[in-house]
């Protein structure tokens, strides 16, 4: 007699979990292990080139230590105005983030940058960003609830500190605005500290006669050239800022980073203790 042979349970295929650790098996290493195994390789223990602007790995070359200790000490001298200008990929917003970092403690900050948008749009921005809520769309009560939180920091004795990022993008109605942003003050100090920071296009706004009220306001400004021995357009910090504002006279200030009474103090600081700023 023949055998009834059924196949009900034999299935071409493993078992699910068997088919689960064979293809785990194989499975090649992931991105975080192949990372782990090159850093391992080089000697390193995280990837330094990194695509974002991280001031544990900003060279101090003599550009960078220079516009850096000079920004410093204008912030801590009290400045109320101040610009750095450089061309794409020289490290400004590192530059600008470890600056920030130096005030963390003892200032209430804020970094705005990509800003799009009308006047309105800006003040509604900055405000959100110094923790200040805003529900009314007039421009004054925002500058008003702008205002109180100034006032409030100042009491408590700490600065207000903001760093505007790719201003060249800004057109000149927001310009306008963070000139008046420059007016929050008292007898003795400025309220509101401000960085304007951007792309050589910045230098050739500030130039222009419409806006000769904001670059007044600036007491110092710093620019990042590249090394010489890379590419030699420009013989000094002051060099782009200089080109850049030919021309225009009502603006004395931005001709040189040692002019004007306002950065006096800083000036002769930054002379004697400069070294206490340079890089660990």
Known sequence: MAKLITLGSISPYPEPGKRENASREVRPPDEAGIAEILFQRIGVQ????????????????????????????????????????????????????????????VAHTAFLFQLQGNARSFLRYLALELGTEVNDQDLV????????????????????????????????????????LSNFETASDKLLQIVL??????????????????????????????????????????????????????????????SGQPAMACRVRSTLSASMLSFS
């Not at 920004?71 to 990929?89: H, T």
């Not at 500190?161 to 008046?180: A, C, K, P, W, Y």
């Open 141 to 180: 009560h925002v500058q008003q609830g702008i205002n109180r939180l100034l006032v409030r920091e100042r009491r408590l004795g700490r600065r207000t500190i903001i760093v505007i990022d790719e201003g060249q993008t800004l057109n000149s109605s927001v310009l306008e605005v963070v000139r008046l």
């Open 197 to 258: 920071a951007g792309q050589p296009e910045l230098a050739e706004k500030l130039a222009l006669p419409g806006l000769a009220q904001l670059s007044q306001r600036i007491s110092m400004i710093k620019t990042l050239v590249a090394s010489t021995w890379a590419k030699p357009w420009a013989t000094s910090s002051t060099d782009l800022g200089l080109r850049a504002t030919k021309g225009n006279h009502s603006s004395p200030r931005l001709h040189s980073n040692l």
């Open 46 to 105: 995280e990837n330094p080139f990194g695509f974002t602007p991280n001031p544990k790995y900003l060279y101090p070359s003599r550009s960078h230590a220079e516009a850096r200790a000079s920004m410093i000490l204008g912030l801590e001298c009290g400045l109320g105005f101040q610009a750095l200008i450089a061309p794409p990929g020289m490290g400004k917003t590192t530059v600008l983030f470890d600056i920030l970092a130096h005030f963390r403690r």
